[in-house]
T-cell receptor, first 115, second 113 residues
Framework: AQKVTQAQTEISVVEKEDVTLDCVYE???????LFWYKQPPSGELVFLIR??????QNEISGRYSWNFQKSTSSFNFTITASQVVDSAVYFC????????????FGQGTELSVKP | DAGITQSPRYKITETGRQVTLMCHQT?????MFWYRQDLGHGLRLIYY???????DKGEVPDGYVVSRSKTENFPLTLESATRSQTSVYFC????????????FGQGTRLTVV
């Protein structure tokens, strides 16, 4: 069975701090996709990144970076120099390779960045 | 406008009534999905569709019906609404082949009283 665990329910940081959101997944598939989505207070779900299971290169996009480690089944998300606008609920998700984007979501981590 | 839109954004209905939530996408994506979001449960898949006239159950399909006669539309019907179906409903679509990330509508907040 597939499962995504985000053990951190809530995180609170002060602006400019770095913060890492943890994501651990379970799957029997050898090929799969991992995702991160952001849900700001306005409620919409915003796609941030997709990572293929056969590509373990870390990725950086501005203040955002992602660390994918197959050996530990983890796909962690780091925000460097956090800002108030980063306050949101962040979801990690998993999809099998041939499932057309059918997602299994983690419970989400609510990040609060205080000025 | 291009994208994926849901209607209505907010709905209050009574127990036992039938209600339909609409979803329309302009990308011609093959796959469409309905998720519900509840506190403590994250997002859970209700139904999905791989193409017009092809639908399949997700994790929590009981009490819901879907159809997909056209690629761009994927309505979700609650045949006889119950209070446990009070939730925020998200529709999503994805290319499903080269790019599997799903793009979500704004959500519909449904309250069953």
């Amino acid at each position: 069975a597939q499962k995504v665990t985000q053990a951190q329910t809530e995180i609170s940081v002060v602006e400019k701090e770095d913060v890492t959101l943890d994501c651990v997944y379970e799957t029997r598939d050898t090929t799969y996709y991992l995702f991160w989505y952001k849900q700001p207070p306005s409620g919409e779900l915003v796609f941030l990144i997709r990572r293929n299971s056969f590509d373990e290169q870390n990725e950086i996009s501005g203040r955002y970076s992602w660390n994918f480690q197959k050996s530990t089944s983890s796909f962690n998300f780091t925000i460097t120099a956090s800002q108030v606008v980063d306050s949101a609920v962040y979801f990690c998700a998993l999809s099998a390779y041939n499932q057309g984007g059918k997602l299994i979501f983690g419970q989400g981590t609510e990040l609060s960045v205080k000025p | 406008d291009a994208g994926i839109t849901q209607s209505p954004r907010y709905k209050i209905t009574e127990t036992g009534r039938q209600v339909t939530l609409m979803c329309h996408q302009t990308w011609s994506h093959s796959y469409m999905f309905w998720y519900r979001q509840d506190l403590g449960h994250g997002l859970r898949l209700i139904y999905y569709s791989a193409a017009a006239d092809i639908t399949d159950k997700g994790e929590v399909p009981d009490g819901y019906v879907v159809s997909r006669s056209k690629t761009e539309n994927f309505p979700l019907t609650l045949e006889s609404a119950t209070r446990s179906q009070t939730s925020v409903y998200f529709c999503a679509s994805s290319d499903g082949v080269r790019k599997t990330e799903a793009f979500f509508g704004q959500g519909t907040r449904l309250t069953v009283v």
